[in-house]
């Protein structure tokens, strides 16, 4: 069973449309990543959060400690926004990473 | 800023052959990192190197060998490849191990036939 895992797998939303993406974990944390991975392959760190919530531009992530959950959302979604977003948890010095979830935007 | 530099970018090899991939990062990290990427799963950690000078298996080492050659590169090896590690392999690197932002090459997508 995977320590880290992302729903939905797959989501396509219309331009300017609001997007969650939420990412469980069955470990104790000391961080939580939210990944961007573009066409072409390269991965990106968005965000790390170990409490709260934090916001940067239109993106914003959201973790909750007790129910081992978070949460990344997307406002006024744009076609550029189309990528794989992956969940990743740091335990033991060690991180995991959810299988992702494929994010198209439609204009 | 380079960040993390990998090579090659893509590499298709025959059954049986061998080759390393090479890792470089400009940030003066301390902790470095090989994992690969397939279908449906998330990144599995291969090898990782705390320190300048010290090495340790991951999640799936068989297969593959690792020297962390100086504090700015950290190669990883195949010594005979067969077609079940076709793969994206992504090399990161952090400040230090866990906890820390971590920052990853573009990937190099291997192909073993």
């Known amino acids: 069973k995977n320590e880290v895992e992302q729903s939905p797998q797959n989501l396509t939303a219309q331009e300017g449309e609001f997007i969650t993406i939420n990412c469980s974990y069955s470990?104790?944390?000391?961080?939580l990543h939210w990944l961007q991975q573009h066409p072409g392959g390269g991965i990106v760190s968005l965000f790390m959060?170990?409490?709260g919530k934090k916001k940067h531009g239109r993106l914003i992530a959201t973790i909750n400690i007790q129910e081992k959950h978070s949460s990344l959302h997307i406002t006024a979604s744009h076609p550029r926004d189309s990528a794989v977003y992956i969940c990743a948890v740091t335990y033991n010095n060690d991180m995991r990473f959810g299988a992702g979830t494929r994010l198209t935007v439609k204009p | 800023n380079a960040g993390v530099t990998q090579t090659p970018k893509f590499q298709v090899l025959k059954t049986g052959q061998s080759m390393t991939l090479q890792c470089a990062q400009d940030m003066n990290h301390n902790s470095m990192y090989w994992y690969r990427q397939d279908p449906g799963m998330g990144l599995r950690l291969i090898y990782y190197?705390?320190?300048?000078?010290?090495?340790d298996k991951g999640e799936v080492p068989n297969g593959y060998n690792v020297s962390r050659l100086n504090k700015r590169e950290f190669s990883l090896r195949l010594e005979s490849a067969a077609p079940s590690q076709t793969s994206v392999y992504f090399c990161?690197?952090?400040?230090?191990?866990?906890?820390?932002?971590?920052?990853f090459g573009q990937g190099t997508r291997l192909t073993v036939v």
């Open positions: 959060l170990s409490s």
């Open positions: 470990v104790g944390i000391s961080a």
């Open positions: 190197s705390a320190s300048e000078g010290t090495t």
């Open positions: 990161a690197s952090s400040v230090t191990q866990g906890g820390t932002e971590a920052f």
